[in-house]
């Protein structure tokens, strides 16, 4: 059977995506904490599909070798994500190689989960990725996430700790919002005035 044939086509399964550092966390907790609605993190999924002892991890350990693994942890020997982030960021190949490994294993992993609240009418699922993985044929509506670059460029230094020039690399790796604007169904503006998205949330759900 078709993966995408576990999906249940009357289900209101909702795309949640921006850029980096645009306040997606923050919008998915509002509606973890206010709307009865079923979240489904395809970062959460990432991190489960790359616990020590996975197909996925045994691949990347196998790619990028033991300098990935985090010392900190011994007993776990987890993979070192931050380190891997870095690394991932400054080799476009080696970027490449692990998409291609994990979007399928995620966009599986996805349906999956989806498939278990069959029974509920609607689902968001958060894909920061999702255009750039071509996460879109899961989906029955797109929410673009958008917030001003500079506002963009302040967060993602302060969260990652990271310089200017490190930020607008991260950022200019992805699609640009102009691009994932054309193919999505609502835009929550998160240009610091919470009240904007809240509302636009709240009339659509």
């Known amino acids: 059977m078709d993966i995408l044939q576990k999906l249940k086509n009357n289900q209101r399964r909702i795309g949640l995506t921006g850029g980096i550092a645009t306040g997606k966390t923050t919008i998915t907790n509002y509606i973890r904490k206010h709307k009865d609605i079923p979240i489904v993190d395809a970062d959460n999924l990432s991190r489960e599909l790359t616990k020590p002892n996975t197909y996925g991890y045994k691949k990347i350990l196998n790619y990028f070798g033991n300098q990935i693994i985090d010392h900190k942890n011994n007993s776990e020997k987890e993979i070192n994500r931050k380190l891997l982030k870095k690394i991932i960021f400054g080799h476009s190949e080696s970027k490449d190689w692990i998409e291609k490994l994990l979007h399928p294993l995620i966009k599986e992993k996805m349906i999956e989960e989806c498939s278990q609240y069959k029974n509920n009418q609607t689902i968001v699922m958060v894909i920061p990725l999702l255009f750039e993985a071509k996460f879109e044929d899961i989906c029955t509506e797109i929410w673009l996430v ?43 503006d998160n240009s610091d005035d919470h009240n904007k998205w809240i509302k636009t949330i709240n009339e659509l759900l």
């Open 146 to 188: 958008k917030c001003p670059r500079e506002l963009q460029i302040t967060r993602l230094m302060k969260r990652d700790k990271i310089s200017e020039i490190e930020a607008y690399k991260t950022i200019n790796l992805q699609l640009s919002f102009e691009e994932k604007r054309k193919f999505s169904n609502s835009i929550l």
